[in-house]
């Protein structure tokens, strides 16, 4: 078998430096190049090879990927629910743009397969809330969303009309003590085990009932890798897979770290992005991803919290 060679773009961010770090161990750590506009993260620094790359460079990253005999990018770069509502021009360039680039290269160099991430904020205001299927209306209301449906119908298109092996998740928010989020909707859940364990207290800029599906991060690692290695026969859909592990809310995730930190308060000062989470499902059927190539969650929001709260105690001495 031909040894794969795995360029990812974006891998700066909060998923990108812990999957860098997840497919080095898969293919080794020579055979993993890491990209960003920015400097390496610091634990990807000296970890392997990296490269500074836009991924709005069409010809940079397709000369790399001949140069490199690249067989799989995982593009991860773009403009998320938040960031993008403040530049939406900037969101639509950056998310489709890089996309048909990549898309276009994996065609003309034959790439082996494509990951690239889609997002609940496909969904919009009608579309049922409560576990939203994997079929069903799709009107999504932000630059991000209407970005991502139109990636998925893409990446559906290349499979079909080329052939091109392009897979993808609708991951909801995910939550992370290794790398930063980076300017989403759900980024609250992540800032609020931050400022319990720092200050004690937390103002979340969602309100209190606000249901959203959420994910630990080393659950969204594992379903990318399973995603990725599963056989071909088992991908019967080419647009995105929903995917679920847990749903809460910000009363309901302070509760939870309340049983760790009883001191722990938290307020409510909803900003713009509560119109963004109250376009989005409060929770996600994700069947099809279960039957199709056997995705199973590990973590719920009890177990999540513990370890995010064990980590960062660690990681802050
Ligand atoms: P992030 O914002 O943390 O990281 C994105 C990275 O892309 C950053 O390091 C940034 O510097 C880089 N980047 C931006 N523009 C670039 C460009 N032109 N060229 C090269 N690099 C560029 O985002 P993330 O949370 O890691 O998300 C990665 C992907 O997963 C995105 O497509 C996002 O939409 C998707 N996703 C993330 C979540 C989540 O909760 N984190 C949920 C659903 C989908
Ligand atoms: C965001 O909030 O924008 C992301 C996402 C769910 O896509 N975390």
Redesign the pocket.
Known sequence: MKQEKVLI????????VELAMALRKVYGTDNVIA????EAHPLLKDAGPYVI????DGKAIHELVKKEGITQIY??????SATGEKAPMKAWD??MN?LLQVLEIGVQEKLTKIY??????VFGPTTPTLNTPQQTIVEPRTV?GIS?YTGELWCQYYNQRWGLDVRSI?????ISWK??????T?DYAVEIYHEALKNKKYTSFLSENTYLPMMYMDDAIRATIELMEAPVEMMKTRMSYNLSAMSFSPKEIAAAIQKHIPDFTIDYKPDFRQAIADGWPKSIDDSVARSDWGWRNNFDLDSMTADMLMHLREKMG
Not at 53 to 56: E, I, T, V
Not at 116 to 121: E, G, L, R
Not at 179 to 184: A, M, Q, R, V, W
């Open positions: 773009i974006g891998s700066g961010g909060q998923i990108g990209s960003d506009l920015r790359l836009d991924a709005m593009l991860l770069a773009a403009m998320l950056v998310n890089s690239w991430p889609s997002s609940i904020a991000y991502k609708r991951y909801p928010g995910l790398s930063e989020p980076g300017g989403g759900t």
